[in-house]
């Protein structure tokens, strides 16, 4: 199983990031998805998260409003669209996939996690 994130960078305050998220190795369309980050020093916060079908989504209080997950299921990926990006939004962003249950915010509940990419704002 692999997640390969892609899509970070190094922005400014209030532009916009797309991530990404390409899955193999696995039934994409029978797991959950998950986005979280982390900065040095941190615990791992989560993001956001969709269902199998993508019918559910949530998100963390701290992004809402300006983040949008979503996900594409004959091309095994999930993304996530990042508007209004803020200094604090500087993190390692992971994606993570959870194959049982529901969706939830906590990443012990995710099997398979990505390498992470890099999103730096600046203000």
């Known amino acids: 199983v692999q997640l390969q994130a892609s899509g970070g960078g190094l922005v400014q305050d209030g532009d916009s990031l797309r991530l990404s998220c390409a899955a193999s190795?696995?039934?994409?369309?029978?797991?959950?998805m998950g986005w979280f980050r982390q900065t040095p020093g941190k615990e791992r916060e989560f993001v956001a998260a969709i269902s199998r079908s993508g019918g559910t989504r949530f998100y963390a209080e701290s992004v809402k409003g300006r983040f949008t997950i979503s996900r594409d299921n004959a091309k095994n990926t999930v993304n996530l669209q990042m508007n209004s990006l803020k200094p604090e939004d500087t993190a390692v962003y992971y994606c993570?996939?959870?194959?049982?249950?529901?969706?939830?915010?906590?990443?012990?509940?995710?099997?398979?996690w990505g390498q992470g990419t890099q999103v730096t704002v600046s203000s």
């Open positions: 993570a996939s959870r194959r049982m249950g529901w969706p939830t915010q906590r990443g012990d509940d995710y099997e398979y």
């Open positions: 190795g696995l039934t994409f369309s029978v797991y959950h």
